[in-house]
């Protein structure tokens, strides 16, 4: 039920803030629009703490998204310097890592935030170990010293 | 208040029509269903006697556009035909009753109901009152004979019948639609009127071009080269044969073809076309041709079918002559022919019934098996020879007298050359049945009673014409034809 | 000005993708480039609003957005199973 | 105080400018489909981020400003999920990447 | 309240196709359809009468005057075909029951009567409306529905034939699309009566000629006209019967009414045939198609298939008939429009009976059927006499006022081209008549059709034989069609 | 409308589109060209619909000068009418897909011509 609510509220604020018009006609449309959506997903029946992960929320997540904007901008700048260093900067590898997290939704947070940092992509993930390919052996080693899991981990740990 | 004329007109075309039910009920009472046939056909030719009476008179049927009717109308040259045919349906089926018994064939309903159509659309055409109508039941004619053509339902039989109903059908969509549509586009109208439909300002160019697409058209006149459907149509039973070539569907297109000479085009018209030598030559030839033709037939059927085509060719000639002399005769040979022709056929079919022979070279000495047959085969024989005291003569006389009236002289020894040949190819038939010997141990086997009789009345009537022609003349000349 | 230069910048880079995707050599590379594309062109959209002073053209920006990651999933989609060989998860989706 | 804004938003867009054509670039010079990948993702994160927040300053507050910050969220999401989904079906597709020593048995 | 009628006309079985799909037993859903489509024939029949006693109806969307709002307009020509669309929906549906259920699995049925209706709904709208763009919507709500109802058949081709069929009418409509777009450049309005009375005084004429290639070939598309016929045969040979029966009675002749409006009302033929002898083009084409289309439906195996091919060639005849340019030929190819939408419902009403008992539609399949469905054969019997064009049938009249059309204008090969068309009608049509009647059934026994398929088989059968015998109301409504078109130009 | 470069680019990508739709045996990739040929004339009515120096057709204060809305109005209509399409379209490729296995026009072809 929480997550109909939740889901129906965002649904809501998003066509409140891109609806500019506030006159009762279109307000109305926007409350049918969105609860018709609310409708579909629940026939698809979609809305679960899978996809919407209201548990996650906490004060670990912003702290995390912190940590990871820091992530970001560093391998931003690393990738950068590649490119513009040349062919020979770069050491294309791929690997197995193994991951520490028990809900899928975690190991997905984890694979995403591989993704999202450059220089390093998830390109398959199972049970207890995900597939990164890396621009560079050094992303690729960063990554198996394991902060991140362990980050995620205990975001994930709090939900519990 | 309708007029007798209109309320006769009306019966002679419904008549036929309402026999089909009760024929269709008494389905499985033979006896009962070929008396209604039987009672129908007599009680249709008093109609027809007593239209003969009135004379005159007409009625509009249904009028599908302004100017375009279904309508019929009285007058001498549809009496003569109506008449003819009338009379011929019970006598025709008379003769089926011993045919169809004595081969046992199946579908017989089917066939007398068929029959029944046939006939009322042949009363339609003889009284049609304008050409549209006289098209109308023509076409009902091909569609209602076909099943008899087909009737022995066998791949033979369809493949017949395929080419019997591709050739009428065809050669009258592709021109006697054409030739109508065009005589409407010409002349505004299609009505039947002594002198024709067409003003003087309409090109004779153009009017050829009509009357050469009526003269094939009109297919069931069989007209070298569209005559092909003839022979093909020998697959059916004898009766069939006799209605297509005695009764109905050849006499309905020669009488059409006539009609439309005389009350679309109008005889002087016709007269001075350029076109009408070419076709009064094409009549000619078609006559000597299908005489050759058929005197190398030895099945007996195709013999007679060329033969017809040949006598086809008489009337046809005589319309394109174009003189009042010349229509008469072919009127006459209208008349003359029906009887004759649909006596050699009751022969050849009674032959086939009582001894399966259809080939002339099996017919040595037949004469004594089956004397009376064969008597009345000579007299039809001669009949359509032409020589007294036999109707043949008369048609014969006036259609000479005509190619004399219009100066094709080349004509006289046309109608005198084939009248020879006619005697070669007919008369071998009663010379081998009587002359050679017969197979031993024969005896007198004439076919069913039924069937003799028919034959008889038949040959009788042939006879019968040679004294009343002159009468018959003298109606057909009491008819408006300028 | 600036927004203008940052126009260019991302037109440049769009053509880079086009080249790219016109380069190959596999049908991933072309993919790749043309979700590049895509993503540069929302932002390009952006830019250009506020050059035009239309900043109502966001909406344009965000629907564009969308659309462009659907079908990117979907050409993916379709690359991996529809691409003429038999595969029956194309028959589960239904 | 606004020629603050002005500036900042400046040298954001400029950044963010530099940024994504360097991505370009990288899409175009690196070896293969891999590395091209991590490229582009430059583009989607960094640089992205870089040129919404200067139009965010540029505009200043109002609806606009929320609208760039769903674009901008937009573009977080469904960036890695795209090369996620791309560096997946290349490598169901059988492209390999080079370096690649890695034991694939269960592949 | 008599304008009203204009709108309610495609509103009505545009209401009805959503509350079939809410109502989901087939047999509720069916007895609605019928509802809607008798109501619907009755306002049809309305529009005629009110249409033919006093003028053209107007009827502005919404109270939006034209040329800003939608336009509802019915004048002699659309109620003309309107009222044809409607006999024969009719017809259809009262038999659609009996049929589906013989031929589709029930979950099918209800879908189908939505699509049927969403297409009756469409065809109308393109006939009923004023509004250029308005009959593109249209012709794509009639077009969308007719692909479903296609690929609703039961053989897997369905849906191929379906997918083509797509592909082609898509572009047909997309180059419709760009034809109006140029006439709206032009002109400023999307009314079709307005862009009548603008256009003759443009200097831009070459544009003009531009916008009527296109909009002729998106029409051409789907009118199945020679060579863009392709896709018929397959579409109407897979589809469930009876939605061929709709589609061949229904779908290409508002495609050609659409046409005869574009170019004889809004373009008008001088002007058109001043740029390019077009009038010329559609005899070429239409006589091809007569001829080659009829030679196809010959060596058909499928009857279905014949129809279908018999269907492009007729289609050739109506566009003959339009191509003359002359009064005579204009009011041939309305006659022809309507007599053949009989023709076409008769014929395929009477498949989908065969279908409904014997299962298929294979020549082999009509063995002996004369004997075991003497109705339904009687019925078809009738319905291929009309389309050979046999006199006392309605295939007749029209025949001989196209004929009359050509030997007005002169083409005497027209004339024989025309009459040899019939004549190979005849052939194919007599090769089904033969396998029914003259060979004989071997293996289990065939019972006669439902009455629910007689009923309207019948119908269409004595409405062939009544218009061809009364014809007062079919030459009449033409006549009337055609003194508006040529009287609606300067 | 002094100068026609819009045309150009629509003809290019109208002649694009149909050929793709005639020259691609794969029925989805047919979709591709269908749709690329469809947005050619979408862009041709929007094209013609811009008023040189007129802003886009949302009222706004201190813009006098819009471009003409209702060819966009009537596109939007054009785009909904095409999704549709192009939804159904799909949805036949699947069931073509499940019936034949494959998407290949000369693939389905074959499968069906003994009949
Ligand atoms: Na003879
Ligand atoms: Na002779």
Not at chain 5, 353 to 365: F, H, K, N, P, Q
């Amino acid at each position: 039920m929480k997550h109909t609510v939740s889901i129906f509220l965002v649904l809501a604020t998003f066509w409140l803030i891109n609806s500019g018009y506030y006159k009762p006609l279109l307000l109305s449309f926007g409350l049918c629009s969105a609860i018709f959506v609310v409708y579909l997903t629940h026939r698809m029946d979609v809305i679960d703490h899978e996809s919407h992960p209201l548990h996650l929320f906490s004060l670990k997540l912003p702290s995390y998204y912190v940590w990871l904007v820091g992530q970001l901008i560093v391998s931003n700048i690393d990738v950068v310097k590649r490119v513009w260093s040349g062919r020979n900067s770069i050491s294309p590898c791929a690997e197995w890592l193994p991951l520490s997290q028990t809900s899928d939704i975690g190991r997905v947070i984890y694979a995403n935030s591989i993704t999202l940092t450059p220089g390093t992509v998830a390109m398959d993930l199972e049970d207890d170990r995900v597939y990164v390919h890396a621009l560079s052996r050094e992303g690729l080693e960063d990554l198996r010293a394991g902060e991140m899991d362990r980050r995620v981990s205990n975001l994930e740990r709090h939900g519990e | 208040m309708m007029s007798s004329a209109t309320q006769l007109l009306l019966l002679a075309l419904t008549l036929p029509l309402l026999a089909v039910p009760g024929i269709l009920l008494a389905r499985n009472q033979p006896n009962l269903r070929e008396a209604i046939s039987l009672l129908t056909g007599a009680l249709l030719f008093i109609v027809n006697l007593s239209l003969y009476q009135l004379g005159e008179g007409g009625v509009v049927l249904v009028e599908i556009l302004p100017r375009l009717a279904l309508s019929l109308e009285l007058q001498p040259l549809g009496l003569v035909f109506g008449l003819v045919a009338s009379f011929l349906w019970p006598i025709t089926t008379l003769y089926a009753i011993g045919y169809m018994r004595g081969h046992d064939e199946d579908n017989q309903t089917r066939f007398y109901v068929f029959f029944a159509v046939a006939i009322a659309a042949v009363m339609g055409l003889a009284y049609s009152g304008n050409l549209f109508t006289l098209f109308v039941f023509y076409e009902i004619v091909t569609f209602s004979t076909y099943p008899l053509v087909t009737h022995a339902g066998t791949e033979k039989a369809l493949k017949g019948g395929r080419t019997y109903l591709s050739l009428l059908l065809g050669t009258s969509i592709v021109f006697f639609i054409p030739a109508m549509i065009g005589t409407w586009f010409f002349a505004g109208n299609l009505d039947f009127q002594p002198g024709g439909v067409f003003r003087d300002d309409v090109s004779p160019i153009a009017l050829s071009v009509l009357l050469l697409l009526f003269a094939f058209g009109i297919g069931k006149a069989a007209l070298m080269p569209f005559h092909r459907w003839l022979p093909a149509a020998m697959v059916a039973p004898t009766p069939v044969s006799a209605l297509l070539h005695a009764v109905a569907v050849v006499k309905a297109g020669v009488f059409s073809l006539v009609t439309v000479v005389v009350y679309i085009f109008g005889i002087d018209t016709v007269a001075k076309l350029p076109i009408t030598p070419f076709l009064v030559y094409l009549a000619g030839g078609g006559i000597l041709l299908a005489s050759l033709v058929a005197m190398r037939q030895d099945n007996f059927k195709s013999r007679l079918a060329y033969s017809t085509v040949s006598q086809l060719g008489y009337i046809t000639l005589g319309a394109f002559l174009a003189s009042e002399a010349a229509i008469a005769g072919s009127l006459l040979h209208i008349v003359m022919h029906a009887f004759g022709k649909i006596t050699l056929f009751f022969c050849a079919g009674a032959l086939y019934v009582a001894h399966h022979k259809s080939q002339i070279s099996e017919l040595d000495g037949m004469g004594r098996v089956m004397p009376v047959t064969f008597i009345a085969f000579t007299l039809g024989a001669l009949s359509i020879i032409g020589l007294p005291p036999l109707g043949g003569v008369w048609s014969k006389w006036f259609l000479m007298q005509g190619s004399l009236d219009s100066g094709y002289w080349l004509m006289l020894a046309v109608l005198s050359i084939s009248s020879l040949l006619n005697i070669v190819y007919l008369l071998e038939i009663p010379a081998r049945a009587f002359l050679k010997p017969a197979p031993d141990g024969a005896t007198i086997q004439e076919a069913r009673s039924t069937s003799v009789l028919a034959i008889a009345i038949t040959a009788l009537m042939c006879i019968a014409l040679f004294i009343y022609g002159g009468d018959l003349y003298e109606f057909i000349r009491s008819a408006r034809l300028t | 000005m600036i927004l203008t230069a940052v126009a260019i910048a991302l037109i440049v880079v769009m053509a880079m993708a086009i080249a790219r995707a016109l380069l190959g050599p596999t049908i991933y590379d072309r993919i790749l480039a043309v979700n590049l594309f895509g993503t540069k062109t929302v932002l390009l959209i952006a830019v250009v609003s506020y050059i035009v002073g239309r900043p109502d053209f966001l909406d344009v920006a965000l629907i564009y957005a969308l659309i462009n990651f659907i079908s990117v999933i979907a050409v993916l989609r379709f690359f991996e199973y529809g691409s003429g060989k038999v595969h029956d998860e194309v028959g589960k989706d239904a | 105080m606004p020629e603050l804004t002005t500036l900042l938003s400046s040298v954001c867009l400029l950044l963010g400018a530099f940024l994504i054509f360097s991505g370009g670039l990288g899409v175009l010079r690196f070896p293969d489909f891999f590395t091209r990948m991590h490229a582009a993702g430059v583009t989607e994160t960094m640089a992205a981020t870089l040129i919404v927040l200067g139009l965010m300053l540029h505009s200043g507050w109002g609806l606009p400003l929320f609208k760039l910050l769903f674009i901008l969220l937009f573009v977080m999401i469904t960036g890695p999920t795209a090369s996620h989904a791309l560096a997946k079906s290349a490598l169901h597709g059988g492209l390999r990447p080079q370096g690649d020593n890695a034991n694939n048995e269960r592949h | 309240m008599l304008s009203h009628l204009a709108v309610l006309q495609v509103v009505v079985p545009l209401l009805a196709a959503p509350t079939c799909l809410i109502l989901e037993r087939a047999r509720a859903a069916w007895l609605f359809a019928c509802l809607a489509c008798l109501l619907s024939l009755g306002i049809s029949i309305a529009l005629f009468m009110q249409v033919q006693a006093s003028g053209p109806i107007s009827y502005a969307l919404g109270g939006w005057e034209a040329p800003w709002g939608i336009e509802y307009r019915i004048d002699a020509l659309s109620s003309f075909v309107l009222l044809l669309i409607n006999l024969v929906a009719a017809a259809v549906i009262i038999g659609a029951n009996s049929s589906l259920t013989a031929e589709l699995p029930e979950p099918r049925h209800s879908p189908f009567y939505v699509l049927f209706l969403l297409c009756f709904a469409g065809l109308q709208g393109i006939v009923a409306t004023g509004d250029a763009f308005n009959v593109f919507v249209f012709l794509e709500i009639s077009s969308l529905a007719t692909y479903a109802l296609v690929a609703l058949g039961r053989d897997r081709r369905a849906l191929f034939a379906a997918y083509q069929y797509l592909i082609v009418g898509t572009i047909g409509a997309t180059f419709y699309l760009i034809g109006i777009g140029f006439l709206y450049s032009l002109t400023g309005t999307l009314n079709m009566a307005d862009m009548a009375q603008l256009l003759p005084g443009l200097e831009e004429q070459r544009l003009v000629a531009a916008a009527f290639a296109f909009i002729v070939i998106g029409i051409a598309m789907k009118l199945a006209l020679f060579p863009l016929h392709g896709w018929l045969p397959d579409a109407y040979s897979q589809a469930p019967s009876m939605a061929t029966a709709f589609l061949a009675a229904s779908a290409t002749k508002v495609a050609l009414y659409l046409f005869i409006r574009m170019y004889f009302e809004v373009l008008g033929p001088e002007a058109v045939n001043a740029l390019f002898p077009v009038g010329k083009l559609f005899l070429l084409l239409g006589a091809i198609a007569v001829i080659l289309a009829s030679l196809a439906a010959i060596r058909q195996n499928n009857v279905k298939r014949v129809f279908a091919l018999s269907s492009v060639g007729q289609i050739g005849y109506l566009v003959i008939g339009v191509g003359l340019g002359n009064a005579l030929g204009l009011q041939a190819a309305l006659l022809h429009l309507f007599n053949h939408g009989l023709i076409k419902a008769a014929l395929f009403i009477a498949v989908a009976a065969v279908v409904c008992r014997v299962g298929g539609s294979r020549l082999e399949d009509f063995r002996g059927l004369g004997r075991a469905m003497p109705w339904t054969m009687g019925g078809m019997v009738i319905g291929a006499l009309s389309l050979i064009g046999v006199p006392l049938t309605a295939g007749f009249v029209s025949k001989w006022f196209l004929v009359l059309a050509a030997m007005e204008a002169g083409l005497w090969l027209l004339v024989a081209l025309v009459l040899i068309g019939s004549f190979i009608a005849l052939f194919y049509v007599w090769r089904i008549v033969e396998v029914a009647y003259f060979q004989t059934r071997d293996g289990a026994a065939v019972s006669e059709a439902p009455l629910m398929l007689l009923i309207p088989l019948w119908a269409m059968a004595l409405a062939n034989l009544y218009f061809g015998i009364d014809t007062s109301l079919t030459v009449g409504g033409s006549e009337q069609a055609v003194n508006f078109l040529m009287g609606s130009r300067p | 409308m002094a100068d026609y470069y819009n045309y150009l680019i629509v003809v290019l990508l109208m002649v694009v589109g149909l050929y793709i739709v005639m020259a691609q045996g794969n029925l989805v990739k047919k979709l591709i060209g269908l749709n690329i040929f469809q947005t050619s004339v979408f862009i041709f009515y929007i094209s013609t619909a811009k008023v040189s120096g007129g802003t886009a057709p949302i009222v706004i204060e201190g813009a006098e000068l819009y471009s003409n809305p209702l060819p966009q109005v009537l596109i939007l209509t054009a785009i909904v009418v095409g999704i549709a399409t192009m939804s159904l379209a799909l949805a036949l490729v699947l069931r073509i897909k499940r019936a034949y296995g494959s998407v290949e026009e000369e693939v389905i072809l074959e499968q069906d011509k003994p009949c």
